[in-house]
């Protein structure tokens, strides 16, 4: 059965935070190097997408506990892989490679499963982060017109990533916590000059994230102009993840699903940040919260992000199993 099929049929469930579960590992220096970096000229702990070359048994492993857990749709380790990102940590000419070798990790681990479950489809979202810059405002207050990234630069980087995400087996690509449209469009780019090129078809999920009260993104969009910015090219679905809790989430989720004839995802952090920077709230506090979502009927995938673990994972595939998913042909005046 198509993807389209089954979120026509039900709730897909995506999985929780992959930094949350490493962190639960309390890596040191020595265990991001492995024996291939060890002569490494900085400082790797931190970066978490290495894991996956040197590490890569702990990250299967955190990818089993979410299909445990009931997620249909499991998340690459890749959010920060692009040469862009690994510039940070002198690892430019990886970028390839870490896509490629995370989505043929997730890619195996799908199959373990599809094996033990054969009538139950599973599916790799390859994860495209946004970068650490922006490419439509900039970052020297007193240099307004100053940009530290351009549209090519990051369409070079992107194309890069969905190339191995793409060789590695993933099933979707997932353009995720979008905080300025002009880097999603950059990725959105790369994506369509790759599957013009090789005359493939891989559905895109797109997610944004509203970055505070005044519901708009970090580049200034309400709901309203992210979606129609989104609009240019054909997509699977839209939603929101990260930087709110459930709670604070629902009403900019719901706004989209009430314009959107897309299929409408969600995955919100466990609440909001404590004083040191962690997640507090409970499995059974964002059940009960993301049950508010399913009711209402304004997703067709739910999951978590940061601070969201296995055991919250479980919880909401629980109750989605309980409710029906939102029909995007059918769309509210709300």
Same mark, same amino acid.
């Given at each position: 059965?198509?993807?389209?099929?089954? $979120?026509?049929? *039900?709730? $897909?469930?995506?999985?929780?935070?992959?930094?949350? =579960?490493?962190?639960?590992?309390?890596?040191?220096?020595?265990?991001? *190097?492995?024996?291939?970096?060890?002569?490494?000229?900085?400082?790797?702990?931190?970066?978490?997408? $290495?894991?996956?070359?040197?590490?890569?048994?702990?990250?299967?492993?955190?990818?089993?506990?979410?299909?445990?857990?009931?997620?249909?749709?499991?998340e690459t380790n890749t959010f920060s892989s692009t040469s862009i990102?690994?510039?940070?940590?002198? =690892?430019?000419d990886l970028a390839y490679e870490l896509n490629y070798e995370s989505a043929k990790i997730a890619k195996e681990v799908c199959r373990e499963y599809l094996k033990k479950t054969p009538n139950q489809s599973r599916y790799v979202a390859g994860s495209i982060g946004p970068t650490n810059k922006t490419a439509s405002m900039s970052?020297?207050?007193?240099?307004?017109?100053?940009?530290?990234i351009t549209f090519d630069e990051l369409t070079v980087a992107y194309r890069e990533q969905v190339l191995g995400l793409i060789d590695g087996g993933s099933n979707l690509l997932l353009v995720e916590t979008i905080f300025d449209t002009l880097n999603a469009k950059a990725a959105l780019y790369a994506i369509n000059q790759v599957k013009e090129e090789r005359a493939l078809t891989i559905p895109i999920m797109v997610s944004g994230t509203i970055t505070d009260a005044s519901?708009?993104?970090?580049?200034?969009?309400?709901?309203?102009?992210? *979606?129609?910015? =989104?609009?240019?090219i054909p997509i699977l679905s839209i939603g929101f993840n990260c930087a709110l809790g459930a709670d604070q989430l629902l009403?900019?989720?719901?706004?989209?699903?009430?314009?959107?004839?897309l299929f409408v995802s969600a995955h919100p952090n466990a609440g909001l940040p404590n004083a040191f920077g962690e997640y507090d709230q409970s499995p059974e506090e964002m059940q009960d919260l993301i049950e508010g979502y399913l009711k209402q009927s304004i997703v067709n995938i739910i999951?978590?992000?940061?601070?969201?673990?296995?055991?919250?994972?479980? $919880?909401?595939?629980?109750?989605?199993k309980k409710h029906i998913p939102r029909n995007p042909k059918i769309l509210s005046n709300a």
């Open positions: 059965m198509s993807i389209i099929k089954e $979120l026509e049929n *039900r709730i $897909l469930v995506l999985d929780g935070a992959m930094g949350t =579960m490493i962190q639960n590992h309390s890596l040191e220096e020595e265990d991001f *190097r492995g024996e291939r970096f060890i002569n490494h000229p900085c400082a790797l702990k931190g970066n978490n997408d $290495l894991l996956s070359l040197t590490q890569p048994n702990i990250i299967k492993e955190i990818h089993r506990k979410y299909l445990d857990a009931g997620a249909d749709i499991i990102g690994m510039a940070d940590y002198q =690892m430019e970052p020297d207050v007193n240099d307004p017109g100053f940009r530290a519901g708009r993104t970090l580049s200034g969009q309400t709901v309203e102009a992210f *979606r129609i910015s =989104m609009s240019h009403p900019y989720v719901k706004r989209l699903a009430n314009k959107s004839n999951g978590g992000c940061c601070g969201t673990t296995p055991d919250h994972i479980r $919880l909401i595939a629980e109750v989605a």
